[in-house]
């Protein structure tokens, strides 16, 4: 779509990130509300057809002509889509949205150089859906390829492609995880025009690249950490041979299965709903994804995944405190400052490390570990942001995690 063009280096990222939300709004696919009936429809439907009509209410007739506009090699994707569609978008999704979003999703797998490599199920569970949880449904995927393709044109295996979009991706759409966006569960048009998001925003986002390029992805989840601060959701993307992990927006340089929340999955508990991680499936399952922000909704499938993250759990306890560092301004905003950590009156430096700003995932913190003890011993923690040094005496190793929380002045 761009290619030809000649972009000034100085406004590349303006004018893309630009390109990008004129092909969001681009008013080629609509909603039900928004487009009239078809003028002919079919009397005739296949008998599987009959139970989504019948949830679909006023809105059967679009869903019957998607149906009989469909050619025959999309069929098998239109009815998986029909037959595990939720109650709401049966009854609101137009025929030419079914029909655009179906058409994407074969192009996307037919033009990725590891198509062979995707087996039909993972392609109609994890490529070819519209929607990943309980998002707004948008019209982003055509804008989502289009911006995808230069990014991974040297890529060729779905794991590689993955990673090269979570590193390029948000910087070139200028996205960044922010506690100010509008809402958790905001679909790639909100996140893209305001460009914050936090957790699921960005995990969406990355999961509906993914997809609009043929990589499979999914979220996954869990609503609450076993040491009870918060929820968090990331991304699984298939390499080829197997489900690889990454947060979004967090690519780690050594590659994907790697991240600062591994320490809390790994202590997840599957068969405990409010501890366990679920991944995100389009299929009905019987099994409902936790939608810390909207509780009630319980027709978003998922599969419990937890095995996968606790199966290297030590079973007997380390002895050690992990110690959470917490730096704030004198707002207390969150701000990313050279901390080191030594022994009351000692010099040695025990550790070191730099602490995360406010672009970091909430629950993300630098984290030292120290010796178990009672009673608890001194430590003496220096911080240094701007031109200030700052000291603080602490006293830790109680508990398994102790949160340090530091108060900075303006540097």
Known sequence: MMSGLRIHPAHGRDFLR?????????????FAQTQSPPKTVSASVPDWLQPPLRR??????????AWNRTPKEEREGMRFLLENMPDRDLQTLSSAYLREQV????????????????????????????????EERDTSRRMLRETSLPLIADCRTPGEAAQRLNERLFPLLKVRYST????????????IESGKATCTGLSILLVDACRSVGIPARVVGTPLWTNLRGNHTWVEFWDGTR???????????QGPDRGWFTGDASKALKDNPRHAIYASSFKRTGVAFPLVWAKDIRWVNAENVTDRYTVSVPTTDDGKTRLLVKTVD??????????????????????????????????????????????????????????????????????PEEMVVIRLGNG
């Not at 006023?58 to 019957?64: T, Y």
């Not at 990454?246 to 780690?252: F, N």
């Open 180 to 191: 100010e966006r509008k809402r958790p569960d905001q679909n790639p048009t909100e996140t």
């Open 243 to 253: 489900w690889r992990f990454t947060g979004a927006a967090e690519p780690d340089p």
């Open 330 to 399: 004198a707002t207390g905003k969150r701000v990313a400052a050279q901390v080191t950590l030594r022994a009351f009156g000692g010099t040695e430096t025990l550790a070191e490390g730099r602490s995360k700003g406010d672009t970091a995932d909430m629950n993300d913190y630098l984290t030292f570990e120290v010796l178990r003890v009672c009673p608890p011993r001194q430590y003496e923690i220096t911080v240094v942001f701007g031109k200030a040094t700052v000291r603080r005496t602490i006293s830790a190793g109680m508990e």
């Open 103 to 134: 058409s994407l999703g074969y192009r996307a797998l037919a033009d990725a150089p590891w198509k062979d490599a995707i087996p039909s199920a993972l392609f109609l569970n994890d490529v070819l859906p519209y929607s990943v949880l309980n």
């Open 18 to 30: 630009a390109a990008a939300m004129a092909l969001l709004w681009f008013p080629g696919v609509a």
């Open 56 to 65: 679909a209410g006023a809105n059967r007739v679009q869903l019957i002509d």
